[in-house]
């Protein structure tokens, strides 16, 4: 009987088998491994400190410019994004739903883009809306920005509540206030 196992274990082929056979199994557990989803890290600091230049008349505002006791919707955007556009058709067509929320939004691109954006959006009828340009991109930086939109939820204290990267119905944004 041994001389039989051993010429099965000499063929070739079933040695290319047997280590097929081993190496599948192997992938198989390595993409079996579960990994846990990491929590940015700034879900658990405050409204970072931020200086973005207003639209339309190039002043600076701060995060020492928000009004105190309010809820703070941070917008980070581009002008030329299609889902930014939609985003914000979305926002001030549903405005009311935002009455008690100051909204910032900031946007990395040339000011003259921004500027645009915002006369076609007509965002001085709104005056919960802060629009102006991030230069630094220090907001995205902060957040880590992936896609636009990106938003941030705060609440009256400056803590933050809760995130949506992309576009999202503003029913569930403002659900989430």
Known sequence: ??????TFIKNT?????????LFFFGITISFAQTTTPVTPGFTTLPLPAFSITKVPDSTIFTR????????????????DCEHCQRETD??????????????????PLDYQEVKKFYGDYHIARYPIITMGRDGSYALGSFYHVHNFPSIYIYDKNGQFKNSFEGSYPVQKIAAAL
């Open 1 to 6: 009987m041994s001389g039989i196992y051993s």
């Open 13 to 21: 082929t079933v040695k290319k088998f047997v280590f097929t056979l």
């Open 64 to 79: 020492g410019d928000l009004l105190k006791d309010k809820e703070t919707i941070i917008m980070i955007f581009s002008p």
């Open 90 to 107: 979305s926002l001030i067509a549903h405005i009311d739903l935002f009455k008690d929320v100051q909204i910032v939004m900031a946007s």
